[in-house]
């Protein structure tokens, strides 16, 4: 399974980023798919996951109401849209496949990963 992350950038706060990660290699709607972000000196964390039929969505609460995931089986790609961007946003993004049975918001059970993309906010 290949996962390719996009879309990040350099954005002011208040601003808006939407990042896609397209799959390849496997069933893309037999995975959970989730997005999650590491930040320097911290751990990584979730940010949002969704189930591979798209009824079950999960959120950090930092990002609540913030950054909505969606998948399009047909094409293939996870999203994450990113309003109201803020400084403590800012880190790399990861966007990760998951073949287990439940829609789970632990890294590591999560079984492929993708390389990434930069996301920094400035004030």
């Known amino acids: 399974v290949q996962l390719v992350a996009s879309g990040g950038g350099l954005v002011q706060a208040g601003g808006s980023l939407r990042l896609a990660c397209p799959v390849s290699?496997?069933?893309?709607?037999?995975?959970?798919m989730g997005w999650f972000r590491h930040a320097p000196g911290k751990e990584r964390e979730v940010v949002a996951v969704?189930?591979?039929?798209?009824?079950?969505?999960r959120y950090a609460d930092s990002v609540k109401g913030r950054f909505p995931i969606s998948r399009d089986n047909a094409e293939n790609t996870v999203y994450l849209q990113m309003n109201t961007l803020k400084p403590e946003d800012t880190a790399v993004y990861y966007c990760?496949?998951?073949?287990?049975?439940?829609?789970?918001?632990?890294?590591?059970?999560?079984?492929?990963w993708g390389q990434g993309t930069q996301v920094t906010v400035s004030s």
């Open positions: 990760a496949a998951d073949w287990g049975p439940t829609t789970t918001v632990d890294p590591r059970d999560y079984d492929y």
């Open positions: 969704i189930s591979r039929s798209r009824i079950t969505a």
């Open positions: 290699g496997r069933i893309f709607s037999n995975y959970n």
